[in-house]
């Protein structure tokens, strides 16, 4: 069902960031007895010779050096140990030579410090931590630098915020190779949520309380519900007895997206489970998720997930209609 997703590089180096670091061999190291098909293979890659010493005091043992990034279907960069730190031109080499070839290169924080380095992402979109965007945006002015979101996807090249924002990207790579369904078991399986949009906001400016407001959460409940309508800002004002101006500022408080943002996340989140488990066309799809025509659904999904429904369904679906 599934083609087997290849080798992934996890890089190591001193002074790494042990929690980025495990994110990758949590993702793609650990084995997954859930799933009946070929899961990734993984490889510690490193930099440095003998152990290398992460935060924290871990040491990490590297079964490779770069050479083994010539094999590597994709490869992550977590965090750079130093971000005023020139990295290695052998590493860079290595590096543009695997994206040459066609690998995926992902990058967690200060990783993205490395990517713009190699030149790679040069006149494409990034992102980085927050306190760490106005630096990167003035070292490196080539790459356009976007410090709202969770991670940036720019086909094989995918670029993280800090900390948790990699598990949002490893489990978008997920989705992208598996489908939204596998990523989404592999979410629960590490006890959180489904995977946030990559055009989630990185923080949220005002104290948020520790449960959702219950008139929000009710909100979104029914709209969930109610994908198939043409639902509007000012329809969802009113169900919460909100002005259009309160409503769109505490529910971006809550969510850190807009309500049509979230909307969109919504419909192609639906699309992509219907295109997974069932068999209905792209016009009723269409209907179903709340989109106004085949035509614009068509054009947002493959915006959204890189490949068109019929592709998708192709790829990841239980069953293969034409």
Request: hydrophobic share 45%; glycine share 8%; net charge neutral.
């Amino acid at each position: 069902m599934h083609d087997a997703p290849g080798l992934v590089a996890i890089l190591a180096y001193d002074g790494l960031c042990t929690f980025e670091f495990g994110i990758a061999v949590e993702i793609f190291g650990l084995p997954r007895p859930e799933f009946d098909f070929p899961w990734y293979r993984h490889c510690i890659v490193g930099l440095d010779s003998g152990p290398m010493r992460a935060m924290g005091g871990i040491q990490i043992l590297a079964e490779a050096g770069l050479e083994r990034l010539a094999e590597a279907r994709t490869i992550v960069i977590p965090g750079w140990r130093d971000r005023t730190e020139v990295p290695p031109e052998r590493l860079l080499t290595a590096l543009r030579d695997a994206h040459g070839r066609g690998a995926r290169l992902v990058s967690i924080c200060s990783g993205v410090f490395i990517l713009a380095a190699s030149g790679l992402l040069d006149g494409r979109r990034a992102t980085t931590h927050w306190r760490y965007a106005e630096e990167l945006a003035r070292r490196f002015p080539a790459v356009e630098v976007d410090p709202d979101v969770l991670y940036v996807d720019a086909g094989s090249l995918i670029s993280s915020a800090g900390s948790a924002a990699g598990i949002d990207a490893c489990l978008h790579l997920v989705a992208r190779d598996f489908g939204t369904q596998v990523a989404n078991t592999v979410a629960r399986r590490l006890v959180m949520s489904p995977q946030r949009a990559g055009g989630q906001a990185q923080f949220i400016p005002a104290p948020v309380a520790r449960a959702p407001r219950s008139d929000l959460s009710t909100l979104m409940q029914w709209a969930r519900q109610h994908l198939h309508e043409p639902l509007e800002v000012s329809q969802l004002a009113r169900r919460v007895a909100m002005s259009e101006r309160t409503f769109l500022r505490r529910f971006s408080e809550a969510t850190g997206m807009t309500p049509k943002a979230w909307l969109q996340h919504e419909r192609l989140a639906r699309a992509r489970e219907l295109l997974e488990s069932g068999t209905d066309g792209s016009e009723r799809i269409a209907e179903l998720c709340g989109f106004r025509s085949v035509e614009s659904f068509r054009v947002a999904f493959r915006n959204a997930v890189g490949l068109p429904p019929s592709a998708y369904r192709e790829r990841f679906g239980m069953t293969h209609t034409s």
